[in-house]
T-cell receptor, first 110, second 113 residues
Framework: DAKTTQPTSMDCAEGRAANLPCNHS???????VYWYRQIHSQGPQYIIH???NNETNEMASLIITEDRKSSTLILPHATLRDTAVYYC???????????FGTGTSLTVIP | GAGVSQSPSNKVTEKGKDVELRCDPI?????LYWYRQSLGQGLEFLIY????????KSGLPSDRFSAERTGGSVSTLTIQRTQQEDSAVYLC???????????FGSGTRLTVV
């Protein structure tokens, strides 16, 4: 049920902002955009989600375009511990399981 | 509990044996999910519980796989007559409601030899 498209991999310099894009051109009006990440050998970790307004929490910011067809996850000051696979998922908030695609493998470089 | 707890963390079993994997969700979380992740692969959805009932069993790969949940809390995933292709990390997650974000456990790494 692949509703999102993400780059396979990205690099980011330590201390810089990491901007991870996601395309979801077929998103429905009741579907939210969720982001998770999975650090090697750990279970996935929830990061943030949003509907149409930009969201920010202690981990990241989520920028959703006005037409909602794409979004960007921003890690403002990437650290080595942010190296992980980042998953962008769209799902109605009344939906059941999340379908995890292949995500973006982010490598933070010292 | 403070987080989702899974046991055992590692399990090595012989081909053909049955195994049981346990998940303790966060207290009060009504929704519980099982996924598995083979080496180097993405997450594969297995089954979802809302309370004690399983509205969606569509991901169970064969009839050797079954799961139950009792008391709206602990869940057990059972794999009968294990095969080598069952080797994977089995992840459990819970959420306070079906639409909320998940909290995942650390998983059970199953190796079938």
């Amino acid at each position: 049920d692949a509703k999102t498209t993400q780059p396979t991999s990205m690099d980011c310099a330590e201390g810089r902002a990491a901007n991870l894009p996601c395309n979801h051109s077929t998103i429905s009006g009741n579907e939210y955009v969720y982001w998770y990440r999975q650090i090697h050998s750990q279970g996935p970790q929830y990061i943030i989600h949003g509907l149409k307004n930009n969201e920010t929490n202690e981990m990241a910011s989520l920028i959703i375009t006005e037409d909602r067809k794409s979004s960007t996850l921003i890690l403002p000051h990437a650290t080595l511990r942010d190296t992980a696979v980042y998953y962008c998922i769209v799902r109605a908030n009344t939906g059941n399981q999340f379908y995890f695609g292949t995500g973006t493998s982010l490598t933070v470089i010292p | 509990g403070a987080g989702v707890s899974q046991s055992p963390s590692n399990k090595v079993t012989e081909k053909g044996k049955d195994v049981e994997l346990r998940c303790d969700p966060i207290s009060g979380h009504t929704a519980l999910y099982w996924y598995r992740q083979s080496l180097g692969q993405g997450l594969e959805f297995l089954i979802y519980f809302q309370g004690n009932s399983a509205p969606d069993k569509s991901g169970l790969p064969s009839d050797r796989f079954s799961a139950e949940r009792t008391g709206g809390s602990v869940s057990t995933l059972t794999i009968q007559r294990t095969q080598q292709e069952d080797s994977a990390v089995y992840l459990c997650a819970s959420s306070s409601a079906a639409g909320d974000g998940y909290t995942f456990g650390s998983g059970t790494r199953l190796t079938v030899v």
